[in-house]
């Protein structure tokens, strides 16, 4: 009798027909071996396909990066050179990319520092405020030392060629950048401060003596100040703070407030998700704009090559050494695995080249990513994105040190203190905005008695630069948010049985409410 055609059932085993069972009791049953290594190559491409669906937003952020690079050392080639209007019309899907970015700043950082604040009890917020701003300083002060040590040891400014000044210099007094900082941070107007912020210029004014005949003309500078156009990111991070402090100590009355300000920040989030999908186009036009307006990048870091490598060494070695040292020394985790988590915001800062700008994909990073708890995220992001700077203080020291150097200038210990404390103070007072460190850095020039002009010979090279420096600010921030979660645990959940018990209570009270009206 001929043996009917297989049939596999339901269990993966395969039997010889119907009829065939019926009529010989020791019905042949064989298993089917493939079965399982089909379920294993399905498992294999589900499992790929679901990494690179999760990671998708990376992996577009990093080509679009290589895209850009190409485009733009592809377009300096062209014959003729890309004029200033080519150069304009090239870089508007980046500049886009900008104006979205930006336009989320405000709403974002308003809604969660007020939020945020607002959920925390002021003992609570307090601490969580000392542990972040503690932080700051040491990871800041560590970047200068880190800075100052590369520099004595590898003397960029005796190596490569000559450096000719690029650029124009900005005069600046000291004390009048410090009082610019106080300035902004208490803003005489809250509404002109979201699109404008107090500096000081100086202008010139020349004074005429007439003697005998000559003219001695004088150039004499007055200090005035003038509302710039540009958010006063600073102004509003003061005022967040004390408004969602105060609203948090109303109790109930405030509660329709934090209610507003939360669902603002939830709105918030998802335009930034929308934002992000977009990012890839516009940090490729970004970045090949950059490439084409630079002179000569040849001879550029031919002059700088040795001062590019020193602070490209102090980078790495404070975002991939010293960061991740003092977070695993705290959190006891792996801190490699966390700094993936905010890959997309790092990528971001170095297309944008704005930790400000990059706020909102960090913020979403740390959340989605990481897991932190979004009470610490709303109150430490924002604030770290705004005086948390290591890679400028790190550059700034870097510069300061290099131009001493080329210009034969001694450095003594004096000198090198005082670049310590300066670079340290003026890293954070620097605006989240690209190249902000520009301005900064001439304050650390004058408190150690070099002349200002000099900050120009760097300027050739400082876009770069100013994007990695921005992605070690970046990662800063976001290390500082996992490290003062981890350290605000017990008030976390202290706060988190509070709120279990008040709305336990209030489900009590609203039970015998609803059998009393039953009743009656």
Known sequence: MEEPDAIRDKTGWKSYGTSQAIGMPDLKLEPVTDVNRITKNNSKCEAIKMTLKDNLLLILLIISMGIGVGL??????????????????????????????????????MSSLVSGLASLDTRSSGRIGLRAVVYYLTTTLAAVVLGII????????????????SGESKIVEPADTFLDLLRQAFPSNLIEACFSKPVTDQVLREDDNATGGDVNATAVYDPVVDMKPGMNVLGI??????????????????????????????????LVK???????????????????????????????????????????????????????????????????????AIVTAIGTS??????????????????????????????????????????????????????????????????????????????GVPQA?????????????????????????????DRFRTAVNVMGDAIGAGIVN???????????????VEDTENGVLNVGYDEADIKL
């Open 437 to 465: 460190g520009l301005v900064t850095m001439v304050i650390v020039l004058t408190a150690v008695g070099f002349p200002t002009d000099d900050v120009t010979l760097i300027l050739a090279i400082d876009w770069l630069l």
């Open 237 to 270: 991070v003061v005022f967040s703070i004390f408004f969602g402090i105060i609203i948090g100590r109303l109790g109930e009355k405030g509660k329709p407030l934090i209610a507003l300000f939360e669902s603002l920040c939830e709105a918030t989030m998802v």
């Open 486 to 500: 981890h350290l605000s645990q017990k008030e976390l959940r202290k706060m988190d049985l509070l709120d279990s």
């Open 354 to 431: 704005s930790s400000s700008a990059t706020l909102p994909v960090t913020m979403k990073n740390l959340e989605e990513n990481n897991g932190l708890d979004p009470r610490v995220i709303k109150f430490v992001a924002p604030v770290g994105a705004t005086i948390n700077m290591d890679g400028t203080a790190l550059y700034e020291a870097v510069a300061v040190l290099f131009i001493g150097q080329i210009r034969g200038f001694e450095m003594d210990i004096g000198r090198i203190i005082t670049v310590s404390i300066t670079a340290t103070a003026a890293a954070i007072g620097a605006a």
């Open 150 to 165: 590369l520099t004595v040891s590898i003397r960029p400014g005796t190596k490569g060629g000559e450096v000719e000044p």
């Open 274 to 344: 929308l934002v992000i999908w977009y990012s890839p186009i516009g940090i490729i036009f970004l970045v090949a704009a950059k490439i084409v307006e630079m002179e000569d990048p040849a001879q550029t870091f031919q002059q700088l090559l040795y001062y590019f490598i020193t602070v490209m060494v102090g980078l790495v070695i404070h975002g991939f050494i010293t960061l991740p040292l003092i977070y695993f020394i705290i959190v006891r985790k792996n801190p490699f695995r966390f700094i993936y988590g905010v890959t997309q």
């Open 72 to 109: 733009g050392a592809g377009l300096r080639s062209v014959d003729p050179p890309f004029t200033k209007r080519q150069i304009l019309y090239l870089r508007f899907p980046g500049d886009l990319l900008m104006n979205m970015l930006q336009l989320l700043i405000l709403p974002l950082i």
